[in-house]
C-alpha cells in the first residue's frame, strides 16, 4: 500500500494529528484551503467540493461532524479534507477527547 495512503488513513481513524507548529506553518503559506480540479487517486476531472455530514468511527464509537466541507471524487469515491475540515473532524472525534481536556486544564 502506498504509505501516504496509510498516513491518511491513520491521521483519519484519530492515531495522529497534525501538532500546533504544523498548523501554525500551513497557516503561514496559506494552505487553508485545497483547490483540487483532479483526483489524485484516479486521476478523474470529476472531483467536486462538497459540503454534507460526515460520520466516523473510533473504538466502535460513532461520531458525526455537520455540514463538512471536502472534496470528493464521483469516480472513485476519494476524499480530500483541508486543515479546516481536519480540525472540525478531530473536535468531534473521541481519538482527541483527552487531548482536548488537556489543553483546557493548561
Excluded: H, N
Excluded at 467536486?48 to 466502535?60: C, D, H, I, L, P
Excluded at 469515491?77 to 483541508?82: Q, T, V
Amino acid at each position: 500500500m502506498d504509505p501516504l495512503v496509510r498516513i491518511k488513513r491513520a491521521i483519519l481513524a484519530g492515531r495522529y494529528a497534525f501538532s500546533e507548529k504544523a498548523r501554525l506553518e500551513m497557516e503561514a503559506v496559506a494552505l487553508q484551503s485545497l483547490r483540487i480540479q483532479t483526483c489524485p487517486s484516479c486521476g478523474s476531472g470529476r472531483i467536486r467540493q462538497v459540503r454534507r455530514s460526515w460520520s466516523g468511527e473510533f473504538r466502535g464509537r460513532r461520531y458525526t461532524v455537520p455540514q463538512l466541507r471536502f472534496f470528493e471524487c464521483p469516480a472513485c469515491g476519494k476524499r480530500a479534507f483541508d486543515p479546516e475540515a481536519m480540525r472540525r473532524i478531530e473536535s468531534k472525534s473521541p481519538a482527541f477527547a483527552g487531548a482536548r481536556r488537556v489543553k483546557k486544564l493548561a
